[in-house]
């Protein structure tokens, strides 16, 4: 079965670099996901990364994808106060797609 | 504005009442997907239709049932309602393959007293 396992909280401050590393465990999982939640709000996909790349790189997001490892992380570049949220990882599992999330990381952006 | 629908946002009842949680999902999207979050189970993944049908079944309890209707929209219904219960309900949907993620809806918090 699938498990997405990620740490629980982050803080950083304004403009630095933020990183919040996942692990999962379908070796299957064809895409690998990244959404935010902002409180009160709904998740919102930030981005996701094919299995068969390594890197991906979206303005000032990195993923990086280590699949020997089953290791999934997000880079946020100058952080902003605006990215305080709640960071989720998802790996699709099983053959309809169906997401399995990690509980998910709160990011604390300190101005 | 995400594209996908829920009604009600805010939802308070007593134990024992019975809901329902209504879902718009984004236009073209076929695939409807129920997912509960709460603080100590994270998300989880509650049951998925397509185009009509039942496709996935994840941690639902028997008390909960859902359908997706000819127009594509869905409801959840949960009765027996326990205080356990109370948690946030969040519909996403996805176009008929899902690859590209999913968009989720802003959710309906559930109250139970």
């Known amino acids: 079965g699938e498990d997405v396992e990620q740490s629980l909280f982050l803080s950083v401050r304004e403009g630095d670099s933020s990183v919040i590393n996942c692990t999962y465990t379908?070796?299957?999982?064809?895409?690998l996901y990244w959404y935010k939640q902002e409180p009160g709000a709904g998740l919102q996909l930030l981005t996701y990364?094919?299995?068969?790349?390594d890197m991906k790189q979206d303005q000032r997001l990195t993923v990086l994808l280590n699949k020997k490892d089953k290791h999934l992380s997000l880079r946020i570049a100058d952080t902003q106060t605006g990215d305080s949220a709640i960071y989720f990882c998802?790996?699709?599992?099983?053959?309809?797609?169906?997401?399995?999330f990690g509980k998910g990381n709160q990011v604390v952006v300190i101005p | 504005d995400s594209g996908v629908t829920q009604t009600p946002k805010h939802l308070i009842t007593a134990t024992g009442q019975r809901v329902t949680l209504r879902c718009s999902p984004r236009?073209?999207?076929?695939?409807v997907y129920w997912y509960q979050q709460s603080l100590d189970q994270g998300l989880q993944f509650l049951i998925q239709?397509?185009?009509?049908?039942?496709?996935a079944k994840g941690n639902i309890l028997e008390r909960f049932s859902a359908q997706q209707f000819p127009d594509l929209h869905s409801e959840l219904n949960l009765s027996s309602l326990e205080l356990g219960d109370s948690a946030l309900y969040f519909c996403?949907?996805?176009?008929?393959?899902?690859?590209?993620?999913?968009?989720f809806g802003s959710g309906t918090r559930l109250t139970v007293v």
């Open positions: 379908d070796s299957s999982s064809t895409y």
């Open positions: 990364i094919f299995s068969n790349m």
């Open positions: 239709y397509y185009n009509g049908e039942e496709r």
């Open positions: 996403a949907s996805s176009d008929s393959q899902g690859g590209y993620g999913y968009t």
């Open positions: 236009s073209g999207d076929l695939s």
């Open positions: 998802a790996e699709s599992a099983g053959g309809n797609n169906r997401l399995a």
